[in-house]
Structure formats: C-alpha cells, structure tokens
C-alpha cells in the first residue's frame, strides 16, 4: 500500500511582526490534527520556522486530498482566531480565502505532498524555510541530485548513475517543462539559474521514475494581487538506497547561497540553516532560515524528528551566512540588496516610482551643456 507525506503551511500570524509563530498557534494547530489521527492520519508533526507553521502529515489518502486539505485548513483557521484574539501581527495572512473549497492550493497555504511505497527503511528529510521564496530551493535541489562534488553517491550508487529528471515551473507564465540529467544538465541550469521566474517542483529518479523530492511553490504574492508576503517555502526530499544520501541532502546548504526574501521581500540574502530552536528571524526580519527535519517512516507513522541542521558541523555555515548578511546589509537600499522591481512583494514601491513619472523629461539631444535650475526647482 502507499503512503502519503503532506506538508501544508501557512503564516497565520507572527510575535511580534513577522518573527514567530508562538506556542499558543502551534497549539491550536495540534488540537485539531490530533483529533484527525486513526480517521483522517497515521501521524503527524507541528512545528514552526519564524512566523510560518508547518504542518507534516502521512496518510493513505494521496496527494491533492479534499478530506486532508480541510484538515489543515481547519487546522490554520482555528489558529487564526487564536491570532485574532491576540492581535498578532499580520493574523490571517495567508489564509486569502473565507471559505475552503476542496483544496488549499490558490486559497493561501503552501502545500508540498508525495506519495510512494514505503521501503523497508524509509528516510525523508521535510525542510522549512522563512523568509524567501520557493526558487530557493533551486540550487541546493541542482547540488542534491545533479553535483558529483555535493553527492558522490551520483558516482558510486549504480541506481542513480542515470541521473535524475526535475519538474521546473515557469511562474510567469504558468507552464512547466521535464529536464534530465546529466543529459540536459547545462540547459536545466540555463533555466533555474533564473530565480525570477522558475522554480524546480518535482525531482524524480531517472531510471524508474520514482519521486525524489516536491516543493510547495504557491507564488502567494501573485495569487492575491497585491502583497500578502511572500511563500515562504517547504520541502519533502527522500533519502539513502536510490536517494542521496541524509548528508549529501544537507550538504547542499554548508555554504550558503543567497535567496530573495528577507526585510518586506524585498532583498537578496543568505539562506541560513538552524536547527529548530533557531528558527526566529529578526534581524533586519532575516536572514533566511531553513530547518531540516528527519523523520523514519515506519508504516506513515513520523519517527523522529531530528533536528538535523542542530549539528554544530554547520555552526560555520551560518557564520559565514552571518557575514554574508552583514555584506549585503552594507548595500542598503541599493540593488543588488535589493531586489529588482519584478521581484519585491510590496507593491507599493511601483506607487512610489508612479509618483516620479510626471517629473521624467526627454534627454536633449545635445546634453553637455550645464542645464540651469528655475526657481521652481526644473531643468530649463
Ligand atoms: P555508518 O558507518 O555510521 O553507518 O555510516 C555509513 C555511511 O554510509 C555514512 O555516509
Ligand atoms: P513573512 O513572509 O515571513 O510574513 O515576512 C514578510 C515581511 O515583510 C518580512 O519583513
Ligand atoms: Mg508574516
Ligand atoms: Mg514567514
Ligand atoms: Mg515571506
């Protein structure tokens, strides 16, 4: 029989600002999914990073399930009247819908679920983020499953010397295209090397097909219109015996890369891993965490956590992440620390630039000369 891993989430309201998703969220969360177990789930696991809850839950369901789906959207909706009542910073904000309507996908939360036959041991490592978007994932995935230096295993496992495939989503123009490598390697990287428009979904062995990894990839910030923040994203990536291995999955966040998201979602900044204690993002809101829980299924019941980026192993990591926010920061408000305009998630900033528009003038054909300024302040 398969199983089903899901992992749905959502920001439903943060202490203070936008740092934490407090106990008394997390709680609320966990008193409805309990009450689902044995009907609805096998198990389940809460846990937050920064002002995002996590909601890990296996079942037999498969994915894109109704009764699953309003589950976890029940689940976050009662958390929101505990927000409200608290008057927690942006409460609700990702829940854009009043109603549920069969799926979570569109209505806010960000989803990322595979469905697979057990093996006789089977690791997964679900990974949480704060702070960025799902494109975040596109490199460390590319290290994953495609880099002989980040995963030698590509190299020595024979069932994945035929490389792997990767689902990549055109958000823009909401298409998407399946690439393998090592075939296709330098065409796949000419497409998730730009963070701006696509971002991997799916990654699956290349021999037999079998799913690898699925990320939730809900551009919030376009589903709504306007700003409502940005996806902060999550993940499911299988492990060991056809999989890379638990390390090779993590080795790929030892040396931080940079990531849009941080301050308002407007800037570029380093992804830092943290273990689950260090899951509070406040300075300048940020950097970017990302937590890596691994769990042992055992017929969908959840072993673990472990709490994997708690290792001191990656206590370098994050202080070189540190220094790279602390380089970044130096940049202010200028690119590139800040992102480009197509990327920033408060759509005030094109307020701000329409404002100006009036005052732009043409450039006159010969412009040496010094321009004298009127007592109105224009160029004469
Ligand atoms: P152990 O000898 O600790 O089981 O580790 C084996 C291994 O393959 C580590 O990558
Ligand atoms: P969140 O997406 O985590 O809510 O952050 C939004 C923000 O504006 C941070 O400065
Ligand atoms: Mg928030
Ligand atoms: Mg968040
Ligand atoms: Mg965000």
């Not at 890596?292 to 992440?321: E, I, M, T, W, Y």
């Not at 003038?361 to 300024?373: Q, S």
């Amino acid at each position: 029989e398969k199983v089903t891993v899901s992992v749905i989430k959502a920001d439903v309201g943060g202490l203070c600002g936008h740092t934490l998703a407090p106990i008394e969220l997390l709680d609320a969360v966990e008193y409805v999914v309990e009450n689902a177990v044995d009907e609805t789930l096998i198990d389940y696991y809460v846990t937050n990073c920064g002002d995002d809850i996590d909601i890990v839950m296996t079942h037999n369901k498969g994915v894109d399930n109704d009764e699953v789906h309003k589950l976890a959207w029940d689940a976050l909706t009662d958390a929101t009247e505990v927000a409200k009542e608290l008057k927690l910073y942006g409460a609700g904000q990702d829940l854009l819908s009043d109603s549920f309507s069969g799926n979570v996908k569109g209505l806010g939360p960000g989803c990322a679920e595979m469905e697979f036959v057990e093996r006789r041991s089977e690791p997964l490592v679900v990974f949480c983020c704060d702070k960025t978007d799902p494109a975040a994932f596109n490199l460390p995935f590319y290290k994953m499953f495609s880099s002989p230096f980040n995963t030698p295993g590509l190299v020595f496992d024979p069932s994945m010397t035929e490389g792997f495939k990767y689902e990549v989503m055109d958000i823009i123009d909401h298409k998407r295209v399946l690439m393998s490598t090592p075939v296709e390697t330098y065409s796949l990287l000419a497409l998730i090397g730009n963070l701006e428009r696509y971002a991997i979904k799916r990654v699956y062995r290349g021999y037999d097909n079998e799913i690898a990894a699925v990320a939730s990839s809900e551009k919030l910030n376009m589903m709504a219109g306007e700003y409502v923040g940005k996806d902060d994203p999550v993940a499911i990536v299988r492990a060991q015996s056809g999989f890379p291995a638990v390390g090779e999955l993590l080795e790929a966040f030892a040396n931080p890369h940079l990531v849009s998201g941080w301050m308002r979602g407007c800037h570029w900044g380093p992804m830092m891993p943290v273990g689950e204690e260090d899951a509070m993002p406040s300075r300048f809101d940020g950097p970017a965490r990302i937590m890596a829980l691994g769990f042992q299924l055992s017929k969908g019941r959840l072993v673990g956590p472990n709490d994997l980026f708690a290792d001191k192993a990656f206590d370098k990591a994050r202080d070189k992440a540190l220094d790279m926010a602390d380089m970044m920061r130096s940049m202010g408000p200028f690119q590139p620390h800040r992102l480009p305009e197509s990327m920033m998630e408060y759509t005030s900033v094109p307020k701000v630039l329409k404002a100006l528009e009036s005052r732009f003038e043409e450039i006159p054909e010969n412009n040496c000369k010094l321009d004298k300024v009127t007592d109105r302040g224009d160029l004469e």
